[in-house]
């Protein structure tokens, strides 16, 4: 479980939530992620938790709200994409 307080990314999502979020704060935060997407997903999870039951915290809204668009930057690779498994059988000879 990961704690708001002393997570690098929880902080940093907090930090540029105050400043307004935009697109380089979605990207600071891929950026601070790197290959670990599930360090992104740890972090919404957290500030998810801290939100239930308590809905008027205004900062850890907004930070989830750019959390979620930076998983969104991120992107997801679908293991079950059938383009992938399907190889080279669909292309002409």
Known sequence: MVDI???PICTEALR???NGGGDDAVARLVELAGTDREALVAARNAFARRLHGHADDYAATAALR???RALAAY???DPYDWRSR???RLLKP
């Open 5 to 7: 307080d002393t997570d």
């Open 16 to 18: 540029l939530a105050e």
């Open 66 to 68: 750019l959390l979620n």
């Open 75 to 77: 992107g997801w690779h």
């Open 86 to 88: 399907l190889g080279n």
